[in-house]
């Protein structure tokens, strides 16, 4: 990343999500510490830094005072997060995915795409890990609930 610190990087990132820092009124109930939205920036900082477990992210939150004060959040224990991740609801996560996608189409609808291809679109295939409890209706593959989303860029054509 050159000369500009990862730390940053992933912060100006979670900027664009645009999350609010206010609390929600039904998700955060009596919440102190661990909004939801700090959990979203939270779970995909370490997804992006590929943490292993609930130690290392509470870990690397107390080791990194720039991405404390962006998330205004000084330490959180792995119970919280456990805790915090079973209550949101797979909607919450899909509704958040479906804004980016709507707002990357958005800043990119007037661009003609490249040269030989054309314009791109988001495809992945990410397999998410449920609870097996709130998993029941998504797949199964050795005892465990998966549920997969396609994302990834793909090539549009015109017929």
Not at 27 to 49: C, G, H, N, P, Y
Not at 71 to 99: G, H, M, V
Not at 108 to 122: A, F, N, Q, S, Y
Request: glycine share 2%; hydrophobic share 35%.
């Amino acid at each position: 990343m050159g000369n500009i610190p990862k730390d940053q990087v992933i912060c100006k990132c979670l900027d664009l999500l645009n999350l609010s820092d206010e609390r929600d009124k039904t998700l955060d109930f009596r919440t102190q510490k661990l909004t939801v939205s700090r959990l979203v920036k939270l779970m995909i900082e370490a997804e992006l830094r590929q943490h292993s477990s609930y130690s290392v992210i509470t870990e690397h939150l107390r080791s990194s005072d720039s991405f404390q004060q962006h998330l205004n959040l000084t330490s959180i224990s792995e119970s919280q997060i456990s805790r915090k991740l079973r209550a949101i609801p797979y909607t919450y996560c899909q509704l958040l995915f479906l804004k980016v996608t709507q707002r990357l189409q958005c800043l990119t609808k007037d661009h003609k795409g490249l040269p030989e291809l054309g314009r791109l679109h988001i495809i992945d295939s990410t397999e998410l890990t449920l609870p097996s409890v709130a998993g029941q209706w998504a797949f199964t593959k050795d005892n465990c609930k998966y549920l997969f989303k396609k994302t990834d860029l793909m090539k549009s054509t015109i017929f």
